[in-house]
């Protein structure tokens, strides 16, 4: 099935918010990362500016920036009267109220656009949709990472989260994945399953990190393959 923009709610995080979403320590922000439904977050665009090396993986990115500039503009205020609907799901902490919320997310969002085209070039963002393989070596990064994609989409289904990761391993050394939460807020029904593919193999770890928006979203998960 072709993938259409308007199946989108494009919705994106800053640099500060994958450091503390994914613990990410000085160590690891200067090593290899690729980032897997990366969408209009700013964490690309940021570290490219420090002269960091990021790539990030997205089916959006096949659209031009004016397409995703004109998706962001059509539902930022529904997504702004869900969240004030359901204000009560969240923690209003790092963002002291829904206004601060909205201007933290399109300045991200607009620090992405301006990066697009320029990163795009660069091959920092390619236009790939998840579980196709990549065209990247194996162990070619050394961290994965997914953002409210694994585990909160998840309508996608066993399979697909197996496929996934078994992609996203073969080309990293280490995946995090924040959340573990489904978009009920509740914990994601192929998590579990998940757990239990991928243990024999793998080692996997539950870590608490110092990121809470979502109440009870304040857990990654980080998996590699065990050394035997
Ligand atoms: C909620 S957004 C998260 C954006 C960003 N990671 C963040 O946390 O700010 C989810 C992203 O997953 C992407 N996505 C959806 N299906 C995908 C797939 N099959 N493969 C890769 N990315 C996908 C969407 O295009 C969207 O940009």
Avoid at 213 to 226: P, S
Wanted: proline fraction near 2%; aromatic fraction near 10%; charge should be negative.
């Amino acid at each position: 099935m072709a993938f259409e923009l308007k199946q989108v709610v494009p919705w994106g995080r800053t640099m500060d918010e994958y450091i503390l979403m994914f613990s990410l320590s000085e160590d690891d922000l200067n090593k290899s990362i690729v980032g897997f439904g990366d969408g209009p977050a700013s964490f690309n665009a940021e570290m490219n500016s420090l002269k960091r090396n990021v790539v990030s993986l997205d089916p959006i990115y096949k659209f031009s920036r004016a397409e995703i500039a004109e998706r962001i503009e059509e539902t930022r205020s529904t997504i702004i009267e869900q969240t004030s609907k359901n204000a009560e799901q969240f923690i209003w902490n790092e963002f002291s109220d829904i206004h601060t919320l909205e201007k933290q997310r399109i300045s991200a969002m607009n620090d992405f656009l301006s990066d697009f085209e320029d990163g795009k070039k660069e091959g920092r963002y390619i236009a790939h949709s998840m579980p196709d393989k990549t065209t990247f070596e194996n162990g070619q990064f050394e961290i994965g990472l997914s953002s409210h994609f694994l585990f909160l989409y998840s309508q996608l289904g066993l399979e697909f989260h197996i496929q996934t990761l078994e992609e996203m391993l073969r080309i990293c050394h280490e995946v995090r994945i924040f959340p573990l939460l489904n978009l009920n807020v509740e914990e994601s029904e192929v998590l579990q399953e998940v757990i239990t593919y991928f243990n024999q193999s793998h080692q996997i770890d539950i870590i608490k990190v110092d990121y809470e928006f979502q109440k009870g979203a304040n857990k990654m998960m980080v998996i590699k393959k065990k050394h035997l």
